[in-house]
Nanobody, 119 residues
Framework: QVQLVESGGGLVQAGGSLKLSCAAS????????TAWYRQAPGLQRELVAS???????WYVDSVTGRFTISQDIVLKTTTLQMNGLKPDDTAVYYC?????????????WGRGIQVTVSS
């Protein structure tokens, strides 16, 4: 059974930095991409950054130039380096790892980690 565990969240002042990490345990046959989402109170969950199976990287406009996503397929980890944090970045952040096997794609999710940016 695959489980994802996020770490690195917390409280930081505006302008500060945090690095979120997500580690997978269990068997993942073939990582077909990783992603980070976030959900602020009262809002829908939104995609923040992703790495697709062709290694292409995407960021939502609001974090472009401030956040950097990376992944290690061997270690089955994904990280989100967040610099220049703003109060609007306050949310619960979720990681996702896709297992692309012969039977199809299956997405695994972390339980979420709180990031709070004070003004």
């Amino acid at each position: 059974q695959v489980q994802l565990v996020e770490s690195g969240g917390g409280l930081v002042q505006a302008g500060g930095s945090l690095k979120l990490s997500c580690a997978a345990s269990g068997t993942i046959f073939n990582i077909g991409g990783t992603a980070w989402y976030r959900q602020a109170p009262g809002l829908q969950r939104e995609l923040v950054a992703s790495i697709d199976d062709d290694a292409s990287i995407w960021y939502v406009d609001s974090v472009t130039g401030r956040f950097t996503i990376s992944q290690d397929i061997v270690l089955k980890t994904t990280t989100l380096q967040m610099n220049g944090l703003k109060p609007d970045d306050t949310a619960v952040y979720y990681c996702k790892i896709r297992d692309s096997s012969w039977s199809g794609d299956h997405d695994y999710w972390g339980r979420g980690i709180q990031v709070t940016v004070s003004s």
